[in-house]
């Protein structure tokens, strides 16, 4: 309502550089929070459906050793897991509660955002119902990740800078860093997000900020909370370097080639509603009255290159998205109420209904069963990595119960990758699978080798060339079947076991490790 405070509409201070400011236009409070609780509603609705993610098991893990930071992550997402999973250890509802509360706070930000590019009601709420039926939204939403918490903390930061060139408050970059710094514990781009945004400025101005004290303050305190996390890298190698390789390699689910990245930017929101983020980029660049929205497009430019440079991933850019977004809406209402309006309204409204089959494709909505023939996973990678787990837990659970007497006291579980570790400490117990687990990639890694007494390993996931210098005797045993026929990435991997050592485990886990 008129006179509403926000996160991104503070009074003004004394040292504003623009005295007395536009007022904002109305904030449309109903329409957005209303489209916030609905999208939250759809997530809870589908939370629990099908089952953990191979990374949400990977946090769970991770939440057992806590630390400061880890070969491939910050520490925060595995300190939130471990949180949910002490109020609630086999609930997978509860874990994904801070991704829905986090869904909806993006699309709050959002309608904020508009509003503070100057965007009326009715923009606020077409942006924000954008946002809410969005492939990136829904899938964020729906799975505990580190771009849970990436996108709201990027459209936060974005709508702050804007306030500040808008009002001049430049004290308001001291809250810039400490958001920045929380952000940083969460995830690296984060440090990609604020370079492009310095970049915006210093390329397309205003630069003023620049000679600001305040905004140097800002970046103490940003560098200050992420200080920690890089002292872990640095006394360990800096492991997230060659994880960033093996992404940009193609070594993750999700990787893809550079050239591929800008194409699937218009299917971050919906391909439906990419005219409205291609508005919001061609205003931006266009919008020389309103202070930093040039900056906002040179900024998203700049994050583009950089991402298509380094061979990270398409999504990696999605912090943007509510941005061009909320800038795309007010021209979208604008050119609604031109000539025809009835026919472009029905256009925008057709755009936003086909966008709901984002719903189809983000969310668990066919049944397990028939996920192998519904096409969903060849759109949705993911899809794919939340179901079979309790399966392949079984199936490990046998060989490890069929070993003879004299090898199963002290034999361990080697997972060479972090969903099947993961999913074995989760699921063992239930299983009466008590045996200690070991992994070879990533953080699994560095908690380090089994013990020296370990003469005997039921191993997951390997090649036998992997195992055949370590294993002098090497037997296969089964392979994993999570009887969906769902092409996953375990489906059909082999379980060996591997007796009569040729060296200790200290000796070979050198070789053994797996980054990416």
């Not at 009326?120 to 918490?149: C, K």
């Not at 996390?229 to 006394?235: D, E, R, S």
């Not at 200690?436 to 013990?451: F, I, K, S, T």
């Amino acid at each position: 309502m008129a006179g509403m405070r926000s996160p991104l509409s503070v009074p003004a201070g004394p040292d504003d550089r623009e005295p007395g400011p536009a007022p904002l236009p109305e904030f449309a409070r109903a329409g957005v929070l209303t489209i916030a609780a609905l999208l939250a509603v759809l997530l809870i609705a589908f939370a629990g459906r099908y089952g953990y993610h191979r990374d949400e098991l990977y946090f769970i893990a991770c939440g057992q050793h806590l630390a400061w930071g880890y070969p491939d992550q910050p520490p925060l997402v595995p300190a939130v897991a471990r949180l949910m999973s002490a109020i609630a250890r086999d609930s997978v509802l509860v874990l994904r509660l801070p991704a829905v509360a986090a869904a909806a706070a993006l699309v709050v930000l959002t309608g904020l955002l508009t509003r503070e590019l100057g965007g009326g009601r009715a923009a606020q709420v077409l942006a924000a119902a954008a946002m809410a039926v969005s492939v990136i939204t829904l899938s964020t939403g729906h799975l505990l990740s580190t771009s849970t918490f990436d996108l709201p903390v990027s459209a936060l930061l974005l709508g702050l800078i804007l306030r500040i060139l808008r009002t001049g408050q430049s004290r308001l970059w001291l809250a810039v860093g400490l958001l920045a710094g929380a952000g940083l514990l969460d995830t690296d781009l984060v440090a990609l997000l604020m370079f492009s945004a310095a970049a915006g400025l210093l390329i397309a101005g205003p630069r003023w900020p620049f000679t600001s004290p305040w905004l140097y303050a800002g970046g103490v305190i940003a560098l200050a909370m992420w200080t920690p996390y890089l002292v872990w890298q640095g006394t360990h190698g800096w492991p997230e370097l060659a994880v960033a390789h093996s992404i940009a390699s193609g070594g993750s689910g999700t990787s893809a080639p550079r050239w591929a990245v800008p194409a699937e930017q218009l299917v971050l929101i919906s391909v439906f509603l990419a005219p409205v983020l291609i508005a919001g980029l061609v205003r931006l660049f266009r919008d020389r009255a309103r202070p930093g929205a040039r900056a906002l497009a040179v900024a998203y430019v700049v994050l583009l290159v950089v991402i298509m440079a380094t061979g990270g991933k398409p999504y990696y850019t999605a912090g943007m998205a509510a941005p061009l977004a909320a800038a795309g809406a007010q021209p979208a209402v604008d050119w609604m109420r031109r000539g025809r309006a009835r026919l472009r309204t029905a256009l925008i409204a057709a755009a936003l209904v086909l966008s709901l089959t984002n719903i189809y494709i983000a969310l668990p909505v066919v049944p397990a069963a028939d996920l192998k023939t519904s096409g969903v996973l060849g759109l949705n990678y993911d899809a794919g990595e939340t179901v079979g787990w309790p399966a392949f837990v079984a199936e490990i659970a046998a060989v490890y119960r069929g070993l003879p007497a004299a090898q199963r006291p002290g034999a361990v579980i080697l997972a060479s990758n972090y969903g099947e570790a993961g999913a074995v400490q989760h699921f063992g117990p239930d299983d009466r699978l008590r045996a200690a687990v070991y992994g070879v990639h990533n953080a699994y890694w560095y908690w380090g080798p089994p013990p020296a007494a370990a003469a005997t390993a039921v191993a997951v996931g390997f090649g036998r060339s992997q195992l055949s210098r370590v294993c002098g005797s090497l037997r296969l045993a089964a392979r994993l079947n999570n009887h969906l026929n769902v092409p996953d990435d375990e489906q059909g991997a082999p379980v060996w076991v591997c007796s009569d050592l040729r060296m200790s485990w200290a000796a070979a886990w050198p070789g053994l490790r797996y980054l990416g």
